[in-house]
C-alpha cells in the first residue's frame, strides 16, 4: 500500500494505492495551511478505506518545484512517516506529476504551476523523445530545464500548438487564447488539478522498477 503526499503549491492532495487502483483520494485548495491540513486529512484517508498505517509499505511525495513551503511540508511529513517505520521513499517533481495524465502524441506540453507573484514553474514536454525526465517518471520527455517565468516570459519560449495544463489562472488563459487563436490547447478544470492519484501512480512504477530515494538526502526541487 503507497501513500502518496502532495502540497507544493496551495493545492494539496492525499491519495492511497495498491498497485492496481487509487483506493481513496482527496484533493483541496489549503493554500497556505498545509502544515495544519495535511497530516488529518492522511488520517482521514486511511480511516475511509479501513487501512492501518501498519498496512503502508512506501511513501511518495512531490518535490517541487512549488512553494518553498508547501514543498517542504509534504515532503516532511513522508520522511517522518519513512524514517518511523523503515519504508521506501519515492519522490518526484511537481511538474512531472501535472504532465503525466496528458498523454497526448500530437502537441507539445507545457506543464505550469503557480509559484506566486504572477509568475510560474514550468517545463516542455513531448511525447516518447530524447528528453531530461528520468526513467520510470512519465511517458512524456522532458524537453527543457525547470524555468521560473511570467507568462509573458514564457510565450516567446515557445512554438505553438502547444496543449497548456496545469495551475494557469483564467485570466492568462484568456491572453493565450487571444495571443494563439486556434494555436493552444488548455486543459479543462477537471484534468489540471494536480492529483496525488497520479502521482501514486507514476511512484509505484519506479518503486517496482527498485528505484527510490534516500530520505535523509532527498530535497525539494526550489527555483530562484
Wanted: charged share 15%; hydrophobic share 45%; aromatic share 8%.
Amino acid at each position: 500500500m503507497l501513500l502518496a503526499l502532495d502540497s507544493a503549491t496551495d493545492f494539496a492532495s492525499v491519495a492511497l494505492y495498491d498497485g492496481q487502483q487509487v483506493l481513496a483520494e482527496t484533493t483541496w485548495r489549503s493554500q497556505r495551511r498545509h502544515t495544519v491540513d495535511l497530516a488529518p486529512q492522511v488520517d482521514a484517508v486511511l480511516r475511509l478505506v479501513h487501512v492501518t498505517p501498519a498496512s503502508l509499505t512506501a511513501v511518495a511525495a512531490s518535490i517541487g518545484p512549488g512553494s518553498y513551503t508547501g514543498t517542504r511540508v509534504a515532503l516532511s511529513l513522508a520522511k517522518g512517516i519513512v524514517f518511523a517505520r523503515n519504508l521506501p521513499l519515492i519522490g518526484l517533481p511537481t511538474l512531472d506529476i501535472v504532465a503525466y495524465p496528458h498523454q497526448d502524441p500530437s502537441l507539445p506540453l507545457c506543464a505550469l504551476v503557480s509559484a506566486g507573484r504572477g509568475r510560474y514553474a514550468w517545463a516542455l514536454y513531448a511525447p516518447h523523445g530524447n528528453g531530461l525526465a528520468g526513467p520510470g517518471t512519465s511517458e512524456l520527455s522532458r524537453l527543457t530545464d525547470w524555468r521560473l517565468d511570467r507568462l509573458d516570459e514564457v510565450l516567446p519560449l515557445l512554438s505553438p500548438p502547444v496543449c497548456f495544463a496545469g495551475e494557469l489562472s483564467p485570466q492568462d488563459a484568456d491572453v493565450i487564447r487571444k495571443q494563439w487563436p486556434g494555436q493552444a490547447k488548455i486543459a479543462p478544470p477537471s484534468l489540471a488539478v494536480r492529483r496525488a492519484g497520479v502521482l501514486a501512480e507514476m511512484a509505484w512504477r519506479r518503486w517496482q522498477a527498485g528505484a527510490f530515494d534516500d530520505p535523509a538526502t532527498l530535497s525539494p526541487i526550489y527555483l530562484g
